[in-house]
């Protein structure tokens, strides 16, 4: 079944271990870069989590609230 001494077999078997080694090195490519995404969205929420919870940060206009700008005091239930 793998005989290693017929080229074909020999060229089918380096490609295959060619195209395996191209798509794990695409799954590491994609895992590192969805990390780095998550990593990164999860510090911007922690930064944005500094003020309340009505405020975000818009790099043109500062600090906003998205309720227009009074702040509310939470309410106990």
Request: glycine fraction near 8%; charge should be negative.
């Amino acid at each position: 079944m793998f005989d290693m001494s017929d080229p074909k077999t020999f060229w089918l078997n380096i490609m295959n271990i060619g195209l395996g080694l191209v798509v794990l090195t695409c799954c590491i490519a994609f895992a590192r870069a969805l990390m780095q995404d998550l990593l990164a969205r999860r510090a911007q929420r922690v930064k944005a989590g500094a003020y309340d919870d009505h405020t975000f940060l818009e790099p043109a206009l500062g600090i906003t609230m998205a309720d227009g700008g009074e702040k509310r005091e939470p309410e106990d239930n």
